[in-house]
């Protein structure tokens, strides 16, 4: 049975004694380290550094009296194979180790699509970056249409229902045309508060910790969400893409706080240390189970935790959330002020 379980190992295993002298080897082994040729079966280190490191293992394994695990290169005829080795002490009844025992198996394969995988997330990565250059970009369009267009159409409508001579018509069509006055008025205000979000002129001029004050102020106007704002005073140098991907995330932190969180109060604190920006949203509110959401995240429309992250991991950063039914949200936003991603996007904007 022992003969039959070696003969089918899917790997390699070999017994030696404590000089190093091949005791035992399976059919596996006998490829790996002699190219199929019986007679060239080890009966110690050889010379070339393969053999030189099993060496070196076998003192380790003496040693220390325990197990180690080790990656090893083997050059064969279709190139270098890579091999994880376990070698571990083999111990008498007096617990004395009188023997070295090991087992290994290829993992070239694995290895070789650990590398692909990584290739496909740098090019999944610069993908990400483009679409979110991209996304601020369209953002600052629709933003220059609704102010420029829509947004001055409702000013000329709102300046022509003033002109009207309101003394010559009737009491209906009075009310009628202030009803139409009033409508125009609020359209107006909706667009301007909506083109400010989508491009707050804060944020460009005044930086990301003044843009988040008056994203603070909008939320107790609309929502009467009492927002707190700490900021450090430290410089933060941010470009300009950074600075509009960082508050359109935060924006929608606060939205989901206003949605869900039921409280009437919400905290952000923006500090800079160690080279990176922390950006802090927390609330006192119904909290929620942070696995479950994290799950499900992105597939009932909107932001989403899931998108919200993405964005931040492409600026190089990080967004962990802490939260428990009934305990609040605590969000966390980390991201370097000085990088290739801030770079990257720097030089993709630039770039159009």
């Known amino acids: 049975m022992f003969g039959l379980f070696m003969q089918h190992l899917p790997g390699v295993s070999f017994f030696k004694d404590l000089a190093g002298r091949y005791l035992y080897v399976n059919d596996q082994w006998k490829r790996l380290v002699s190219s199929g040729s019986a007679e060239d079966l080890p009966g110690g280190p050889d010379e070339d550094a393969c053999a030189r490191q099993f060496e070196e293992n076998d003192q380790r394994v003496i040693a220390e009296a325990a197990g180690i695990q080790t990656v090893e290169t083997v050059q064969a005829e279709d190139g270098a194979h890579h091999w994880i080795m376990s070698e571990f002490p083999i111990r008498d009844e007096q617990g004395e180790v009188v023997l070295l025992g090991g087992i290994g198996f290829d993992i070239t394969h694995r290895l070789r699509l650990e590398e692909e ?122 470009s300009p893409e950074v600075s509009s991907m960082l508050f359109q995330v935060v924006r929608e932190l606060m939205l989901n706080i206003a949605k869900h969180a039921s409280v009437p109060r919400a905290a952000i604190s923006v500090t800079t240390e160690d080279s990176a920006i922390t950006i802090t949203v927390e609330d006192g509110g119904a909290g929620f189970d942070v696995s479950s959401v994290s799950l499900n995240c992105g597939k009932s429309g909107g932001f989403g935790l899931f998108n919200a992250r993405q964005k931040i991991e492409c600026l190089g950063g990080t967004l962990t959330v802490q939260s428990e039914p009934g305990c609040g949200t605590r969000t966390v936003i980390r991201v370097p002020l000085k990088g290739e991603q801030h770079g990257t996007l720097h030089a993709e904007s630039g770039a159009q």
């Open 117 to 238: 995988l990584n290739i496909y997330r740098e090019r999944l990565a610069s993908l990400a970056v483009e679409l979110a250059v991209a996304e601020d970009r369209e953002r600052s369009r629709i933003a220059g249409e609704l102010h420029d267009q829509v947004g001055q159409n409702l000013f000329l409508a709102g300046l022509k229902l003033g002109s009207l001579k309101i003394s010559s018509l009737s009491d209906d069509d009075r009310r009628a045309v202030e009803e139409i006055r009033q409508l125009v008025s609020g359209a107006l205000q909706d667009i301007r508060s909506l083109t400010c979000q989508l491009r707050p002129p804060l944020l460009a001029h005044g930086g990301l910790v003044a843009a988040l004050c008056w994203l603070g102020e909008q939320f107790r106007e609309d929502f009467g969400l009492q927002v707190e704002i700490f900021d450090d005073q430290h410089e933060k140098p941010l």
